[in-house]
């Protein structure tokens, strides 16, 4: 099968609003094997979205449309809809029913018209009832090709796809298998990596596709099978991760999309009672944001001091102020200082510290830009490198976030 999603609303077109559902919607429709062959941003114009249904026709199997069922005159999506499949709106008496409760009970005030209007859908469309919020969504086809019409607003977007249209799809419709594997390494770059597993590569099955994801400091390796029997797929991909591991297994942190570093990280830690803390500078709290962010960090993440400025790094952190006279705010020194430092005052057992200049200018006295310092603090050693990231800023903070954990993460790993 095969799926092309279309995204309504000129607030996307001009930068106002990041399309986040088109990622949401895909991955759903990937995981029960539908192919995803194009993703589109259209504007608010009827002639436009007429003429985007009319080219998918016969094209794609389902086209999945989210935006424009608000309740306001610039949300034209079912009038729209009336038109291409000749219909007209009906007063549908559950959605009504629900949407009543939902106005007067929840929200304690009047049902206005406009509310009362988000009842109103095509008379020949299944309605996709949405417990989440006032606006149904739509399934309607017009020869081979289904039209589902989801609101624009992310949560309820989320809940008729999770709660409604999969299992609707899965239903009524066979579909083949689509088996994914992802497979995250850190401390080599796509090229370094794709001349290490060349002959590997070259050796995989015709049904497995290898693509590389890369991203500052680290790459993502994406196996993807295709096919009628899962087993098979399965049993391949296994197989072929395996054979990847005795390769280039120095490199590999984790698995599956989800895997990040600061998860698997988060879970070693939390296997040897461990605890972490950091002190940053130049990354901004990236590092702390990226741990907090792990389910359970709180078992293991003791918290983090942000000293951005030089006299916090004093007066917070408790750096001595000879060291940064003596050898710049942008040094070994300093950075092993900071992961010290704030390893005593958490009371951690590791630490990281970061100080840099990640540009775009160059102080005097200050390292050059793109120069980063990454310190480690373990229960009995203390690790510091030199870097330079180049340019932009955000390339060198980013890479800087990933060297650190990469860091961290070799020094855990002795204690396996």
């Known amino acids: 099968m095969k799926a092309t999603i279309v995204t309504i609303g000129d607030e996307i077109l001009i930068g106002q609003i990041v399309d986040t559902n088109s990622g949401f919607i895909a991955k759903s429709l990937d995981k029960i094997g539908i192919q995803i062959t194009e993703m589109l941003s259209i504007s608010d114009d009827k002639k436009h979205i007429l003429d985007t249904f009319a080219s998918l026709q016969n094209k794609v199997d389902l086209v999945i449309i989210t935006g424009g069922l608000g309740p306001t005159k610039d949300d ?26 939902l106005i007067e009970g929840f929200y304690k005030r009047p049902i206005t018209k406009m509310n009362r209007d988000q009842a109103l859908v095509p008379s020949k469309c299944q309605v996709l ?87 500052p400091g680290r790459v993502r390796l994406r196996l993807s099978a295709r096919g009628t029997n899962k087993e098979l797929l399965e049993n391949a991909i296994d197989h072929n991760v395996q054979s990847l591991t005795k390769i280039i297994g120095d490199i590999i942190v984790g698995f599956d999309e ?13 296997q040897q009672n461990k605890t972490i803390a950091t002190a940053e500078s130049c990354t901004g709290g990236k590092l702390a944001v990226r741990l907090s962010s792990v389910a359970g960090a709180s078992a293991y993440f003791r918290g983090s001091v942000v000293s951005y400025a030089t006299d916090t790094k004093v007066t917070v952190l408790g750096v001595n102020q000879q060291i940064i006279e003596e050898n710049s705010i942008v040094s070994s020194q300093v950075a092993s200082e900071m992961a010290l430092r ?19 200018t160059k102080e005097r006295g200050i390292a050059e830009v793109g120069t980063v310092f990454i310190a480690v603090a373990t229960p009995n050693n203390l690790l510091v490198e030199e870097f330079n990231f180049g340019q932009p800023r955000e390339k060198v903070i980013d890479r800087a976030v990933n060297k650190a954990f990469e860091m961290l993460m070799k020094e855990i790993l002795k204690f396996v």
């Open 76 to 101: 034209i999506t079912k009038h729209t809809f009336c038109q291409y499949f000749e219909d007209t709106l009906v007063e549908n008496e559950a959605v009504l029913a629900h949407v009543i409760e």
């Open 258 to 270: 989800d895997e990040t570093i600061e998860v698997v990280i988060g879970r070693m830690l939390t």
């Open 129 to 215: 009832f949405n417990k989440a919020g006032t606006a149904p969504g739509m399934w309607m086809k017009k020869e081979n090709t289904v039209y589902i019409s989801l609101p624009g607003v992310p949560y309820e977007m989320k809940y008729l796809v999770q709660e409604v249209i999969i299992p609707k799809i899965i239903q009524e419709y066979d579909r083949p298998y689509i088996i994914h594997k992802t497979i995250l390494t850190y401390g080599e770059g796509e090229s370094r990596i794709a001349e290490r597993i060349e002959d590997w590569e070259n050796s995989l099955p015709q049904f497995i596709k290898l693509a590389y994801l890369p991203a």
């Open 342 to 360: 704030i390893q005593k005052i958490m009371k951690a057992d590791y630490a990281i510290a970061t100080t840099g200049n990640a540009g775009p």
